[in-house]
């Protein structure tokens, strides 16, 4: 059965903003897909660069891979999301959740983008919903709807891997924040628990990393049992509402991810800048006292 399949899977971490992009490959095959790709961005110049995303297409050439999905977990708030540029390069359709649509009425009225901005996820080639199946070559991947940290949240169960974006984080230092726009910690401590209800060798891929304190290396994989075991905020068989106590006293301490403001304007267009002005000039928009 497909679950028992191993995909390979290299990862390309991104230490400016603690994003791991994985590219996973069916065994059997040259197919691929990658997931959660970095398009770099320096906030004080405005100018955005392809260093990081390069990686990963260089990787991709140099093994002869086939790129079938470039795949977002969910609108990433903290760095920007290079897949139309690895699609124009590398070929493959851009997915998301189904739920998109809601973060895309949510900040298309943050950034008061008007009616020509589209909410229905048109952006994107595919939406998938809980449930849903995919392939990469012979190898199945099938989708988790696991919102909380955003209504669009995704885990992607591939062969015995399951990358959950920013759902779960290492053992050693918990779980994703849910206090922007549509997050819940209530809603995030169900959606771990589905990922907690996988077999117990499935291996966690997540979607950042930023060494918790007593750790020298970033790291990207842990288990479902390591997780069930150990994670600091949900591991040990914690209650919903120990988890949810927790979750929004440390949720009330966290500043804003520095990127967040020309992330969300990007993310929620698969990756796209906002359409250029009348002169000839794209603009990202900071909304004052608004977030």
């Known amino acids: 059965m497909a679950t028992f399949?191993?995909?390979?899977?290299?990862?390309?971490?991104?230490?400016?903003?603690?994003?791991?992009?994985?590219?996973?490959?069916?065994?059997?095959?040259?197919?691929?897909?990658?997931?959660?790709?970095?398009?770099?961005?320096?906030y004080a110049s405005g100018r955005t660069d392809t260093g990081s995303a390069d990686k990963v297409i260089a990787h991709v050439l140099k093994e002869g891979l086939s790129v079938e999905w470039v795949l977002e977990t969910h609108?990433?708030?903290?760095?920007?999301?290079?897949?139309?540029?690895?699609?124009?390069?590398?070929?493959?359709?851009?997915?998301?959740?189904?739920?998109?649509?809601?973060?895309?009425?949510?900040?298309?009225?943050?950034?008061?983008?008007?009616?020509?901005?589209?909410?229905?996820?048109?952006?994107?080639?595919?939406?998938?919903?809980?449930?849903?199946?995919?392939?990469?070559?012979?190898?199945?991947?099938?989708?988790m709807h696991t919102p909380g940290h955003t209504p669009a949240c995704l885990t992607y169960v591939i062969g015995d891997a399951a990358f959950v974006?920013?759902?779960?984080?290492?053992?050693?230092?918990?779980t994703a924040r849910c206090d922007f726009p549509g997050g819940s910690a209530e809603t995030l401590f169900h959606s771990i628990q589905k990922i907690l209800s996988l077999p117990d060798e499935t291996r966690i891929f997540v979607g950042?990393?930023?060494?918790?304190?007593?750790?020298?290396?970033?790291?990207?994989?842990?288990?479902?049992?390591?997780?069930?075991a150990r994670n600091v905020h949900i591991g040990g068989g914690k209650s919903a509402a120990e988890f949810v106590e927790m979750r929004q006293a440390r949720d009330k301490t966290l500043a804003m991810p520095r990127l967040i403001?020309?992330?969300?304007?990007?993310?929620?267009?698969?990756?796209?800048?906002?359409?250029?002005?009348?002169?000839?000039?794209?603009?990202?928009?900071?909304?004052?006292?608004?977030?």
């Open 165 to 174: 974006g920013d759902t779960l984080f290492m053992p050693d230092f918990g």
């Open 208 to 228: 950042h990393d930023y060494k918790a304190p007593g750790r020298d290396a970033y790291a990207w994989e842990t288990t479902v049992a390591e997780e069930k």
């Open 75 to 143: 609108v990433h708030a903290d760095h920007l999301s290079a897949a139309p540029y690895i699609q124009e390069r590398l070929g493959g359709k851009i997915g998301i959740g189904a739920n998109i649509t809601v973060v895309q009425d949510t900040f298309g009225k943050v950034f008061n983008e008007g009616t020509e901005f589209q909410r229905d996820g048109s952006q994107f080639d595919r939406l998938f919903r809980d449930g849903d199946t995919f392939r990469i070559g012979a190898l199945e991947g099938r989708v």
């Open 261 to 291: 403001i020309p992330s969300l304007q990007v993310n929620m267009r698969a990756g796209q800048m906002p359409p250029a002005e009348e002169d000839g000039q794209t603009y990202l928009k900071v909304p004052v006292n608004k977030l």
């Open 5 to 42: 399949v191993k995909p390979d899977v290299a990862a390309f971490f991104d230490e400016a903003t603690n994003t791991v992009t994985f590219v996973v490959k069916d065994p059997g095959s040259a197919a691929c897909a990658i997931i959660d790709s970095v398009l770099d961005f320096d």
